[in-house]
């Protein structure tokens, strides 16, 4: 916990940082800050040294993005996700499968690349999550909340194409793809405490003008 602590710390000092550099960019080159809506599945499991085997699992996210333009090719983009994810893994010290379905909200803060193309755009983007686990249950439906801590951290690496629209206030819409590799364990319970999320999630976004 103390570890995701002080990454969590160095997060947020670089959000601020980053913010902090972007905004007045943004102000002076006179780029647009907009509001984005996203949605889509994710397919996510359990590893770790407690995780003999495992097995992605349907789920789904969906959430609210602000992109701050900082030029044509770099941009900073937090985000707030809702995400519902499912995992099936079998624990090797209990000798059974464990089917764990989990509520999350997620906080990507993410660093975005653009290709100097219009108005199809490819994007790369790499950043850290943080992650507020609101409830956990097993499969047969049991409350499994003392069994998890309730904050991760993973890293996010991914991209998107987007597709120019400018229609009014609706300026773009675009599909993404995105990995999300844990780096806290989750587990808090003997036999399962070496834990970590493993998540492919795929969206679409409507961004608008504001």
Known sequence: M?????KLTASIATLALLLGLALPMSSQAQSPVDLGVRGGLTQATFYGDDVNSNDFRPGFTGGVFLNY?????FAVQPEVLYSRRGTKNHNSAAG???RVRQDVIEI???LKLSAPTAPVTPRLYVGPALGFVTNSELGNGNDADDSFTDVDFSGVVGGEIAYALNKGPLSEI????????????????????DVRTSAFTGTLSLRFDI
Not at 2 to 6: E, F, H, V
Not at 69 to 73: F, G, L, R, S, T
Not at 174 to 193: I, P, S
């Open 2 to 6: 103390q570890t995701a602590t002080s």
């Open 69 to 73: 333009q900082v030029n044509d090719a």
């Open 96 to 98: 059974n499968d464990i």
């Open 108 to 110: 990507p803060v993410l």
């Open 174 to 193: 675009a599909v993404d793809g995105r990995y999300n590799l844990g780096l806290a364990n989750l587990g808090d319970a003997n036999n399962f405490e």
